[in-house]
């Protein structure tokens, strides 16, 4: 429903209501107040207490949310940066290996290190 529709109909509630002077000023005052009260209603306002609660909710949860994401940026630096230094170290050296009684390098302590990892 548009809001200018809803105003005129609330308009014209108000100038039905305020039609027959002879009510008592208080029962015109509750008249206009429960006429204003179905509109506030359909409009789906919230009271400014409710506004404020969720307010803060919401920055706590906003500092909360900046909190995890540092620490999930600095997790992943120190991943990326125990991933970098074991890939430097293997691109710029052979694997090690022991030559066995006949002189020859030994495959499998070779191949047993490459299945630990």
């Known amino acids: 429903m548009a809001t200018h529709d809803l105003f005129s109909r609330l308009a014209q509630q108000v100038g039905d209501r305020?039609?027959?002077?002879?009510?008592?000023p208080e029962d015109i005052q509750r008249s206009v107040q429960g006429v204003m009260r179905g509109a506030f209603d359909r409009m789906e306002?919230?009271?400014?207490?409710?506004?404020?609660?969720?307010m803060e909710v919401l920055q706590r949860t906003r500092s909360r949310v900046e909190s995890l994401e540092a620490q999930v940026?600095?997790?992943?630096?120190?991943?990326?940066?125990?991933?970098?230094?074991?890939?430097?170290?293997?691109e710029g050296a052979e694997p090690a290996t022991e030559p066995?009684?006949?002189?020859?390098?030994?495959?499998?302590?070779?191949?047993?290190?490459?299945?630990?990892?």
Not at 45 to 54: K, Y
Not at 100 to 117: F, I, L, M, Q, V
Request: proline fraction near 2%; avoid cysteine; glycine fraction near 4%.
């Open 18 to 24: 305020l039609q027959d002077a002879s009510h008592a």
């Open 45 to 54: 306002l919230v009271s400014r207490e409710d506004f404020d609660i969720l």
């Open 73 to 90: 940026a600095a997790l992943e630096a120190a991943l990326e940066v125990g991933q970098s230094a074991p890939v430097a170290a293997a």
């Open 100 to 117: 066995d009684a006949n002189g020859d390098a030994d495959e499998s302590s070779a191949s047993d290190t490459s299945r630990k990892n």
